[in-house]
Nanobody, 125 residues
Framework: QVQLVESGGGSVQPGDSLRLSCAAS????????IGWFRQAPGKEREGISC????????FYADSVKGRFTISVDNAKKTVDLQMNSLKPEDTAVYYC??????????????????WGQGTQVTVSS
């Protein structure tokens, strides 16, 4: 059974950094992609980054490109999201999700079928 657990959220000021971590278990690690999504109150869920575990292909949404970095730790089976230069508009619940890698890159959101419980990130002065 696939399990994903996010950690690392919190409250920070604009310009600060946070590092989110997604701990994964219950599946064959190499066959998957892990994505990071976020949802702010009253807004649609947004896919912000994803990475293929084996080939390390990456994707970043324009809203986070140049500020966020996704990485894989194979030993720990975690996918981290380093978030720098945080802005108030980054405030949201952040989720990680898994998808068996297919032909599409980046994978459509609908292909991600296992989700973590989410972690809150608040950026405010």
């Amino acid at each position: 059974q696939v399990q994903l657990v996010e950690s690392g959220g919190g409250s920070v000021q604009p310009g600060d950094s946070l590092r989110l971590s997604c701990a994964a278990s219950g599946f064959i690690w190499d066959y998957y992609a892990i994505g990071w999504f976020r949802q702010a109150p009253g807004k649609e869920r947004e896919g912000i980054s994803c990475i293929g575990i084996q080939r390390r292909d990456t994707f970043y949404a324009d809203s986070v490109k140049g500020r966020f970095t996704i990485s894989v730790d194979n030993a720990k089976k975690t996918v981290d999201l380093q978030m720098n230069s945080l802005k108030p508009e980054d405030t949201a619940v952040y989720y990680c999700a898994s998808e068996i890698i297919g032909a599409d890159w980046p994978p459509p959101t609908k292909h991600f079928n296992s989700w973590g419980q989410g972690t809150q990130v608040t950026v405010s002065s």
